[in-house]
C-alpha cells in the first residue's frame, strides 16, 4: 500500500488533505511534534521511521507580516525544511508534493502569472517560499510544487472567519481594493491534489493552483457579508468601504496583482480551476 507521510495535519490545508488522500494510500499524519520542520533531526528521523513513497508538505511559517521581524525562523521553516525533504525525498526514491504562494511574485504584471514568469518577492515570507521552491526544484528529487493562493476555510485562521467576526462587532467594515487575486478554499486545494496525485503518470516541476476568475479584497468580502447573511450565519450585513493598501499600512508588502494561470495544471492533469465564487457558495453550504 502507497505511504503518504502529511506535515501540518492543524494547518488549514494540512486539515482538508487529511481527508481527501486516505483513498490514495495510508497516510501518517504528523502534527509539530511528530515533524518539526525547524529542526532537521526531527524531520530526518520521521522520514527515516516512515519511509513514505509520497511527501505531502503543507506545513509552512505563514505569519508574513510576523516573518518580517523574524527572518531566520521563517527561512529555517519554509527554506530549509522544503530543502531536506527534498534530500530526503531523492533518497528514498519518494514524490515530494509542496505548496507554495503567490507571493513569490512583485504583482507588477498586468495579466495573470504563468510558471515560466521571472520572481521578484516583496516580502521576507514570499523570499522564504521562493528559496524553499528552487531548493526542491535544484535537489533531483520527483517533485509537484503547487502555487496556490489567497487561502480561506471554515476553520483556521483565515480572511473568511475574520470578515464573519467582524459583520458581527462592527456597523463598519473597511477592506483593501486594490490587491486583485483569487480566492481559493482549503477543500477544493485538497481535493485537487489528491486528483493529481491519482493521475500522477511522472509530471514534475511548478503548478499554479487557485480558483479561476478574480476579485479584490474588498469585494471578496463584500461576496462573504452578502451569502453569509443569505444564509443566515450572520445578523447583520454591514456595508464595506474600499482602502488603497497606503492606508491600511502592513510590516510586510504585498503584490497589486496575485493572479495565477492555471493552464499548465490543465493541460498535464486535465483539472479545471472552479470559480471563486462557486467555491464561496460550497463553502458557506458546509
Ligand atoms: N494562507 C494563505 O493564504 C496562503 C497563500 C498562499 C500560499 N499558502 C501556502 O499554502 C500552504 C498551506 O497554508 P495554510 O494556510 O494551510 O497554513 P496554516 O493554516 O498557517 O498552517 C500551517 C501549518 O504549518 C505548521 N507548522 C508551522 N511551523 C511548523 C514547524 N516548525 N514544524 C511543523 N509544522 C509547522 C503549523 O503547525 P501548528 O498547527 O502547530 O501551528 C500549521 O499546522 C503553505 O505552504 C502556505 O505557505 C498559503
Request: with cysteine.
Amino acid at each position: 500500500m502507497t505511504r503518504i507521510l502529511l506535515t501540518g495535519i492543524h494547518g488549514q490545508l494540512g486539515w482538508e488533505l487529511m481527508r481527501t488522500l486516505p483513498p490514495l494510500g495510508e497516510v501518517i499524519g504528523c502534527d509539530r511534534q511528530a515533524l518539526d520542520l525547524a529542526r532537521p533531526e526531527s524531520l530526518r528521523a520521521a522520514l527515516e521511521t516512515h519511509r513514505p513513497d509520497i511527501i505531502v508538505n503543507p506545513a509552512a511559517y505563514t505569519a508574513v507580516d510576523q516573518a518580517e521581524r523574524e527572518p531566520e525562523r521563517a527561512m529555517a521553516i519554509n527554506a530549509t525544511a522544503p530543502a531536506l525533504l527534498a534530500e530526503e525525498a531523492r533518497r528514498l526514491g519518494a514524490l515530494l508534493i509542496h505548496y507554495s504562494t503567490d507571493y513569490v511574485f512583485d504583482g507588477t504584471k498586468a495579466g495573470a502569472y504563468v510558471e515560466t514568469d521571472a520572481t521578484c518577492p516583496l516580502n521576507v515570507y514570499g523570499a522564504s517560499k521562493h528559496a524553499g521552491e528552487q531548493a526542491i526544484m535544484a535537489s533531483g528529487c520527483r517533485h509537484l510544487i503547487f502555487r496556490v493562493s489567497w487561502l480561506y476555510g471554515r476553520r483556521g485562521k483565515n480572511f473568511l472567519l475574520t470578515m464573519l467576526r467582524l459583520a458581527q462587532e462592527r456597523d463598519e467594515l473597511a477592506v483593501v481594493a486594490d490587491q486583485i487575486g483569487a480566492p481559493t478554499w482549503s477543500r477544493m486545494i485538497a481535493e485537487t491534489t489528491a486528483l493529481a496525485l491519482a493521475r500522477y503518470r511522472g509530471q514534475q516541476g511548478l503548478y499554479h493552483l487557485t480558483a479561476a476568475g478574480e476579485t479584490s479584497w474588498h469585494g471578496f468580502a463584500e461576496r462573504i457579508l452578502s451569502l453569509a447573511y443569505a444564509r443566515g450565519l450572520i445578523g447583520k450585513c454591514p456595508p464595506v468601504r474600499r482602502l488603497a493598501s497606503a492606508d491600511y499600512p502592513t510590516a510586510a508588502r504585498r503584490p497589486a496583482n496575485s493572479r495565477l494561470d492555471c493552464t499548465r495544471l490543465r493541460e498535464d492533469f486535465g483539472l479545471v480551476p472552479v470559480p471563486w465564487e462557486t467555491q464561496l457558495e460550497l463553502c458557506l453550504a458546509m
